[in-house]
């Protein structure tokens, strides 16, 4: 069974960082790709960024990019987001996500990730 545990949420203002972390226990980590997404009150979960299991192909929605960059270290079972230039509509609860053991791309499709983490909620204060 894989758990992830997402940590670094906040409040912060708008221009300001933070730095997401999600810790993974359980064996695939280390063999599959890995993503971010979040979801604002009333709509939907979306694609925020994804990481191949090397950690050379990248994936990031065009709202966030240029601003935020992931990051994974295998030997340690994490994966970071990175996020610059805070925005107010960067406020959701950000989820991080693994693919199925095996799988090495990253994809922006939520429904190709097969284990998620219970959230970390960022607030951006204007």
């Known amino acids: 069974q894989v758990q992830l545990e997402e940590s670094g949420g906040g409040l912060v203002q708008a221009g300001g960082s933070l730095r997401l972390s999600c810790a993974a226990s359980?064996?695939?980590?280390?063999?599959?790709?890995m993503g971010w997404f979040r979801q604002a009150p009333g709509r939907e979960r979306e694609f925020v960024s994804a990481?191949?299991?090397?950690?050379?192909?990248?994936k990031y929605a065009d709202s966030v990019k240029g601003r935020f960059t992931i990051s994974r270290d295998n030997a340690k079972n994490t994966v970071h987001l990175q996020m610059n230039s805070l925005k107010p509509e960067d406020t959701a609860v950000y989820y991080c996500?693994?693919?199925?053991?095996?799988?090495?791309?990253?994809?922006?499709?939520?429904?190709?990730?097969?284990?998620w983490g219970q959230g970390t909620q960022v607030t951006v204060s204007s």
């Open positions: 359980g064996r695939t980590f280390s063999r599959s790709a």
């Open positions: 990481i191949s299991l090397s950690g050379t192909y990248t």
């Open positions: 996500a693994a693919r199925a053991l095996g799988v090495v791309l990253p994809s922006t499709s939520l429904q190709l990730y097969d284990y």
